[in-house]
Every structure is written in structure tokens, then in C-alpha cells.
């Protein structure tokens, strides 16, 4: 930090005011982790000043052969880790690998067929008259998601983000006696609405899906199934997950973030069967520009820390703190969407403490509790407000909390909640975000949190 004060000291001091934050507070979000000290080295060197458009072997730049070393062994870490077929980990982020899967499969069931009808091999010799109706036949594509409220990702066909403009998009919920995904329902959907892609995998449903049945869908109505498994990657590496839970062995490619339960850097990676390969390994120049090697070095080092034994028992502890702070808030009479949770996460409906998720958030940021409002199915409060918290352990779990600190916890969120009441806007008026935590109550679970 002292060679970075020299230069720019905020930068300084918002990076050593972070690490405090960070290990001060509760980190419960549950797309957060922290990196090992290894992977934050991969990250930080010279690696980071190098282009290597292309792929291995094959790049537009020269002098990529340590380059090369870094993709080829992150590549084959994730092959052997997750027993794909084909891995590619040069998306950016996990929005970039979405986009990178939408146009692999896009090229391989809409533009190849069209090349082939025209007789050409690449899109530049179609004539002008086949390459408007190839835009337009690209452009006409459905996609079958899993709705935001359920748990659903904005990537997955909505219309704030990019894959909402390019699909028309459906969406199937999920139960509402239940909560969970009526696959029933969603075979009904694909049938009626014959989606060229139907998409599995969420930021916010506690539960497992069952990808063997979402493939038997998909091939049903000749739809590719894609998994966006970004959220529970850490859970699917360290075989917590496997069987019908497992989405490698179902679907035709998988997309995932490298930096949440996986606990590497911030990034992406696609995994896919032989048919997409080639598609996929054309991510940079369609959907992405040059490669970061130095996150790539720190997914192949993220990557050959999962494979590990300890990283099995990592995930399985993830699961069993989940639980055990589910359990805790349930006894305390918290209200929990679905009743419990099967994976990493919890929603609580805060609505049962006769609060927003919006006033719920700030007043456990107040004790040095961090979480994120998430909306709940059908939520009255909308996206902004929403009446749920979204609580997740793979953050906890690495520093080493355990199911016994998991129970205290969840006294210290349900006392933080139940504590915390609606407050009045500057008008006056009731307000969804304004609330008033009971005085001395932060402090308290704040100097307990630091402890944990
Ligand atoms: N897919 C899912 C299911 C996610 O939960 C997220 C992030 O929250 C993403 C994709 C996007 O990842 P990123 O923020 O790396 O673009």
C-alpha cells in the first residue's frame, strides 16, 4: 500500500479501509467470498500489461506463449475439475460469459444452418439480401428463464439487460404453495412457447434444480439447455453437488462467475460439450475483446485450489452453515422463503418483522451485518424496495465460522430485525426506506460480530 500512497493516497486508504471493513464486518452476501492470498497474487503482476487476443496458439498478438501456459492450464483445471468436455475462461465477468454461451448457441443453431442454406462458409461472403435475413432470424430467437422474483438472473432474458434485447423471453416461476420449481410447469411453458435456449440457474432461490429434468424439457422442444450455475459453481467443484444436481453432465454448456462460491477472482468461464466448442472459443473477438491473463492465472490457481480435498470439505461446510442459519432464524420465528434452504443461501421475508428489504439492509449494515434486499416471489414492494434479505455463507464459511456461530448469527439478525421498525419520510409520511433501529442496539451486535 505504501508504493500505491505515493502516488494516489485515497487510493491508498479506500484499500486498507476496505480490508478493515471487510474483516470487521459479517459478510453475508452470498455472491461474495474472499480470495486466497494466492489468487490475489496471480492477479496483481505483470501478466495484466500483456494482449493475447485469440486462443491458445492462435492468438492475433506475439509473444503469447506465457500466455498460453496460463489459458491452456486454467482451461485444463476447469476441465478436470468440473469433468467437462471444454472449458473456456476468458469471459471477463459472469454477464460476459452469458453473452459469449447466447452467441454460441446462436452461431451454432441459426447462423450454421444459414451459411449452409447460402452455400458459404462465412457470414462475409452471404449476400447482402442472406445476411439481412440472417439478422433478423438472429434477432427473432426466444429464451425460456427462470422469472426474476423466483430467483432468476437479469442475464437471463430480461429486458433491463442486453439478453432481454436480443430474446424474446418467457419466464416460468415457481410454486406458490411451495416455492419451489414446479417442473411440471415449466414443461408446459417450453411446450407452448418452443424457446431456442432454456436457461437453469438463479442469484436467489435456496433450493437444488434438478438439470436432469430441465435437459429431458429442453430436448422435448429441441431447446439447448444452458445452465448459469455462478452462484453454486463452489458447490458443483466440491462434488457437493452432483447426480441430477450437477449441471455438467446435462446441459449442452454451462456459465458460471470464477468469485463467488468458486472463491477465485472476478470473472467468467464457459464450460460446453464437442458441438460448441468451437462457437465458444470464438468469445473474443465476438462478444469480448483481449483476454485478462492475469485473472486467468488466478482462476488456474483458484481453480487447482478447488480441486484440493480441503475445498470438498469447504463446500460442505458452506451447505451445513446454510442450514444451521436457516434453522436458527426459523426458531427465532424469521419467515423464510421456500421454509429453509438446500444450498448456500437464504431468503428471509422480511415483510414477518414488518419491514422492507430496503429498511432491513441499512439497519444490519448499522450493526455491521452486510447483505443485499432481494425481492421475494411476487413481491408487493418491487425490485427497489423488496420485502426480502438474501443471506449467504460461502463468505463465513472461509474465515471459519461454524454451525454454532451460524445459530448466533441468526440471534444477532433477529435482533437487529426485530428492533428495527418503519420510520417516517422527511414529509412525514410513511416511508419504505426510512427506519428507526433501537438506540444502543447496533453497537452491541456490532462489538459481538467483530468477535465472530
Ligand atoms: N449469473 C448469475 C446467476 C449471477 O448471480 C450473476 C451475478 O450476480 C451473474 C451471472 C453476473 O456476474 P458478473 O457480476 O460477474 O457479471
Sequence with gaps: LDVIRGIEPRIADAIGAELHDQRASLKLIASENYASPAVLLAMGNWLSDKYAEGTVGRRFYAGCRNVDTVESLAAEHARELFGARHAYVQPHSGIDANLVAFWAVLAQRVEAPALERAGVRQVNDLSEADWSALRRELGGQRMLGMSLDAGGHLTHGFRPNISGKMFEQRSYGTDPETGLVDYDAV??????????ILIAGYSAYPRLINFRLMREIADEVGATLMVDMAHFAGLVAGKVLTGDFDPVPHAQIVTTTTHKSLRGPRGGMVLCDDSLAEQVDRGCPMVLGGPLPHV????????AEARQPAFRDYAQRVVD????????????????VTGGTDNHLALIDVSGYGLTGRQAEAALLDAGIVTNRNAVPRDPNGAWYTSGIRIGT???T????????????????????????????????????????EEGVAKQVEERAADL
Design 394 to 396: 460461502p463468505a463465513l
Design 296 to 303: 486467468m492465472a488466478a482462476k488456474a490457481v483458484a481453480l
Design 398 to 437: 472461509t474465515r471459519g465460522l461454524g454451525t454454532a456461530e451460524m445459530d448466533e448469527v441468526a440471534g444477532l439478525i433477529d435482533t437487529v430485525l426485530g428492533r428495527t421498525t418503519p420510520g417516517t419520510g422527511k414529509n412525514g409520511k410513511p416511508s419504505k426506506a426510512a427506519y428507526v433501529l
Design 321 to 336: 452453515n446454510a442450514r444451521a442459519l436457516a434453522e436458527g432464524l426459523l426458531r427465532r420465528g424469521a419467515r423464510l
Design 187 to 196: 414443461r408446459a411453458a417450453a411446450r407452448e412457447f418452443r424457446p431456442l
